[in-house]
């Protein structure tokens, strides 16, 4: 029998006990105490979504070691604040632009400047001020890919991938991400096993889109080539897509409101140890220790919390926070997870132009993607600030904020390339997103009983959305599994539109 059916049985057998003792059910008698670790968007989230589920009895811990809004941070230069992380939010992000007006956060649009390509030491390609221009453009260099990726992202991927959504508004939830996407359609599966450039290829996209914008797309998004999966690739070219804005004063914003809204009680320390404790009656029954130790000088410097379910909202390998399993029958976590780092670098000062070969500063595209894996740099591009403060001093002629993409820190030599004159430098290092690649390892939702990873959705693809979706997911995981509404894990019933309102299994 699959392991998770194993898991599930023995909860449905619990659950039965339970009933008959009358100790467990919707109504607050048996509410479980739940630890969160990690305070991003994917943990914040996930409490909202837990106590909506659970009501206001429920003790729900939310540890972090650093900053609440994770991957979602702002950075101060010239007395203004411009996204460090998490930057842009689509229009089809369903869940962000849900909390976004649930919060009445206030939309900034990001402006839909010139645009370049880069390659062998020269912009190769540029869009216009004029969208007819840029059409014309466009038709001349790659013929119809542009319009063929457009369709197929519109009338294809999207359609598929918003069934989450569906099954999710229905208590729906899976243990797997492999389940999920099954459920999604085979076809979002199947794109994992292929990378996106031959998944492109099969929709009659050309070898130059795909070497040039596609590669260019992915190195700006995941400073990764199109030998990322097809599934990742796809929802990168879904978020190049015009019509991106971010939350005024940061997009951490959303994550803040949302620990509020929990109203979870938020603990600032680096969760060192988590270990599983068995009832020694052998009934089955389980619980978790928290060993912690506070980065609040106020608090006392290290402490233990006991949780009948635990829940994991940050990577597990590669982070300075390192957590510790003991006492579980096998290797924790079962499985390994690479993480791509991501160096994002911010300048106050000039362009080089002729490092790009411009006679004048003011023709330099506001962003441009390199194409070619052996650039330094993935992409430069122009900020705007997140929020309304004055900057401390007035930008000289061809002077703004740009923030550059690498893969590693780069030497002296490389910045010079880059800018002429800088006012200001810093260098913000990221564990970002895994390291994509057909038919990775996709990680479950579920580690052991009640232990729970969140991120287990990023092997899919990595965005703001896609923390929440793994979020909602977890939540009613959780919830599903503890309450003994096993109908609602790995179940697909969904609704059709041609079912002339009967439902119909997919």
């Known amino acids: 029998m699959h392991f998770f059916g194993l898991v599930n049985l023995m909860f449905l057998s619990m659950h039965i006990l339970l009933l008959q003792t009358g100790l467990c059910n919707d109504n607050e008698e048996m509410l479980p105490r739940i630890g969160i670790?990690?305070?991003?968007?994917?943990?914040?989230?996930?409490?909202?979504?837990?106590?909506?589920?659970?009501?206001?009895?429920?003790?729900?811990?939310?540890?972090?070691?650093?900053?609440?809004?994770?991957?979602?941070?702002?950075?101060?230069?010239?007395?203004?604040?411009?996204?460090?992380?998490?930057?842009?939010?689509?229009?089809?992000?369903?869940?962000?632009?849900?909390?976004?007006?649930?919060?009445?956060?206030?939309?900034?649009?990001?402006?839909?400047?010139?645009?370049?390509?880069?390659?062998?030491?020269?912009?190769?390609?540029?869009?216009?001020?004029?969208?007819?221009?840029?059409?014309?453009?466009?038709?001349?260099?790659?013929?119809?890919?542009?319009?063929?990726?457009?369709?197929?992202?519109?009338?294809?991927?999207?359609?598929?991938?918003?069934?989450?959504?569906?099954?999710?508004?229905?208590?729906?939830?899976?243990?797997?991400?492999?389940?999920?996407?099954?459920?999604?359609?085979?076809?979002?599966?199947?794109?994992?096993?292929?990378?996106?450039?031959?998944?492109?290829?099969?929709?009659?996209?050309?070898?130059?889109?795909?070497?040039?914008?596609?590669?260019?797309?992915?190195?700006?998004?995941?400073?990764?080539?199109?030998?990322?999966?097809?599934?990742?690739?796809?929802?990168?070219?879904?978020?190049?897509?015009?019509?991106l804005w971010s939350v005024e004063n940061g997009n951490k914003e959303i994550s803040e409101a949302l620990l509020r809204e929990s109203k979870a009680n938020f603990i600032e320390a680096n969760v060192k140890t988590v270990t599983l404790y068995k009832d020694e009656l052998g009934t089955g029954s389980i619980s978790y220790e928290v060993d912690y130790e506070n980065q609040n000088e106020k608090s006392e410097s290290t402490g233990t919390r006991e949780y009948d379910i635990v829940i994991l909202a940050a990577p597990l390998e590669g982070t300075k926070f390192k957590i510790a399993f003991a006492d579980f029958p096998g290797p924790m976590p079962p499985f390994s997870q690479k993480f791509h780092t991501t160096v994002a670098m911010f300048v106050l000062g000039k362009v080089n132009t002729t490092t790009f070969h411009?006679?004048?500063?003011?023709?330099?595209?506001?962003?441009?993607?390199?194409?070619?894996?052996?650039?330094?740099?993935?992409?430069?591009?122009?900020?705007?600030?997140?929020d309304t403060a004055q900057p401390e001093h007035a930008y000289e002629p061809g002077q703004a904020v740009w923030k550059t993409f690498l893969n590693k820190n780069p030497n002296q030599e490389e910045i010079s390339s880059l800018f002429e004159s800088r006012e200001d430098l810093r260098l913000v290092d990221w564990l970002a997103y895994p390291e994509y690649a057909p038919n990775m390892k996709l990680p479950p939702f579920q580690l052991y009983d009640r232990l729970y990873y969140i991120n287990a959705i990023e092997s899919a693809a990595s965005a703001m959305e896609m923390a929440v979706i793994g979020s909602r997911n977890v939540a009613l995981l959780a919830y599903n599994q503890w309450f003994g509404h096993f109908d609602k894990i790995d179940e697909i019933h969904l609704q059709t539109p041609s079912a002339d309102n009967k439902n119909s299994e997919l």
């Open 37 to 243: 670790v990690g305070a991003g968007l994917g943990g914040t989230s996930c409490a909202f979504y837990l106590r909506q589920l659970l009501g206001s009895k429920a003790t729900i811990d939310i540890f972090e070691a650093s900053k609440v809004g994770g991957r979602t941070a702002v950075i101060k230069i010239n007395g203004q604040k411009f996204e460090a992380g998490g930057s842009v939010i689509h229009n089809q992000n369903k869940y962000m632009v849900d909390f976004a007006e649930k919060f009445n956060k206030k939309r900034l649009s990001r402006s839909d400047g010139i645009f370049g390509l880069y390659s062998n030491g020269d912009i190769v390609f540029e869009t216009s001020r004029w969208t007819a221009v840029t059409l014309s453009k466009l038709l001349w260099r790659y013929g119809l890919d542009a319009y063929k990726i457009h369709d197929w992202t519109k009338n294809f991927l999207s359609k598929k991938f918003n069934r989450i959504y569906e099954f999710q508004d229905g208590g729906m939830a899976f243990t797997t991400v492999e389940d999920m996407l099954r459920a999604m359609g085979d076809e979002l599966l199947n794109m994992t096993h292929s990378s996106l450039k031959d998944v492109l290829l099969d929709i009659g996209v050309s070898e130059k889109f795909i070497d040039e914008l596609a590669q260019g797309v992915m190195r700006n998004n995941y400073g990764q080539s199109t030998g990322v999966h097809g599934l990742v690739g796809a929802v990168s070219l879904i978020g190049a897509e015009p019509g």
């Open 358 to 386: 411009l006679d004048n500063p003011d023709n330099f595209p506001a962003d441009l993607f390199t194409t070619q894996p052996d650039n330094f740099f993935n992409s430069l591009g122009k900020l705007s600030p997140v």
